[in-house]
Nanobody, 123 residues
Framework: QVQLVESGGGPVQAGGSLKLSCAAP????????MGWYRQAPGKERELVSS???????NYADSVKGRFTISQDNAKNMLYLQMNSLKTEDTAVYFC?????????????????WGQGTQVTVSS
């Protein structure tokens, strides 16, 4: 079992910024792929951004240029900096890790999830 703890969500006005954090065990950062997903009411969980073991990053088209994923191995933290937020970014955001496939996915049994943190963007 991998324990992931997200923080940093909350209410924000459109155009504003938030930085999400995910605390994870130290060994994760050298051997596992990590990512951020989000799920809005009535919608499926979708990939926001991911970062592989070699540092390669990936972003959903809807957040490219606005969101940045990063990690601090010394602090055992994964981050998601979110700028220019839009109302459609409103969702519960989840930190995810997969040490088997290296690519966290909802359909993978090997993917672990945090409890989620709510982000609410108002107009």
């Amino acid at each position: 079992q991998v324990q992931l703890v997200e923080s940093g969500g909350g209410p924000v006005q459109a155009g504003g910024s938030l930085k999400l954090s995910c605390a994870a065990p130290g060994y994760i950062f050298n051997s596992c792929g990590m990512g951020w997903y989000r799920q809005a009411p009535g919608k499926e969980r979708e990939l926001v951004s991911s970062i592989s073991v070699d540092g390669t990053t990936n972003y959903a088209d809807s957040v490219k240029g606005r969101f940045t994923i990063s990690q601090d191995n010394a602090k055992n933290m994964l981050y998601l900096q979110m700028n220019s937020l839009k109302t459609e970014d409103t969702a519960v955001y989840f930190c995810a890790v997969d040490c088997v496939t290296g690519r966290p996915r909802p359909e993978y049994e090997s993917t672990y999830w945090g409890q989620g943190t709510q982000v609410t963007v108002s107009s």
